[in-house]
């Protein structure tokens, strides 16, 4: 089959599958080509790579943070949105001349039944962990075919990553050849270390060395979350909504005694705080007894 949009429709039939309410990638994409048609939307003709690569980023994160709200609905139409920005980039770069949505789409399909031989190929069946192996041995494979040698194991982590992210994966990669600690009570022990020498930069040194300091003490934490198998980014964003809600929590009650937060100290407020997260943990009890019965 031909690719959709190598060749603009018709506008009858380029109306007609606009208004198709029946498809939906092949609708999706020809609503895109006629936004950024000559007489298309003029916000969208003057977008390029870089000024939609933020809109992107975005979309991921709200694809995440949707997830971790447990709300399908919002989920179905965050994946919408970062579609979206698939065909976005897609149909810029078939402007230029440099490959389709379908381009993307089969090189996609087609890395994935390479680096999957133990269920599309005639490899045994694989554990996890082994799976991991040969899936890094794959890529590897593939970057020699396209000429790609690397001359470190950090090359390749993205620099437009989050930092906490970031820094997790370059150790991670580090520690592909040996360069980590054994078990995480080496971790913590590092932590400790680290906290020091930030209390000897706060009281000794200027700010440059605490801003120095206090990088390498989350980069610890990183690497700790890493050992306990918890994603610093997932695990971060987990606490950021866990305070936010606490907060309203706090503020709400405040109004009930028709006071705000400037109007209260720090003592009423923590109070509060405890208060909530104490109903908080009563009701997590009275659900799992719930959902044992």
Known sequence: MKDQGHEPLEREASDALVHDREVA?????????????????????????????????EEAYEVADAIEQDDPEALRDELGDLLLQVVYHAQMA????????DDVARGSAEKMLRRHPHVFGEAEGRTAAEQVVDWERIKAEERR???VERESVLDGVPKGLPALTRGAKLAARAA??????????????????????LVEARDELGPDAVEEEF?????????????????PETAMRRTNAKFERRFRAVEARLRARGRTPQEADMAEMDALWDQVKADEKAGEKAGEKAGGV
């Open 25 to 57: 990638l092949p609708r999706l994409r020809e609503i895109m080509r006629r936004l950024r048609a000559p007489d298309g939307c003029p916000w969208d003709l003057e977008q390029d790579f870089r000024s939609i690569a933020p809109y992107t980023i």
């Open 176 to 197: 592909r050849v040996g360069f980590d600690w054994p078990d995480p009570d080496q971790v913590l022990d590092k932590l400790t270390e680290e906290a020091r020498e």
């Open 94 to 101: 078939q402007e230029l001349g440099w490959f389709s949505f």
């Open 215 to 231: 990088g390498d003490l989350i980069f610890v934490l990183g690497n700790l979350g890493r050992h306990l198998g918890a994603d």
């Open 145 to 147: 075919a396209k000429g």
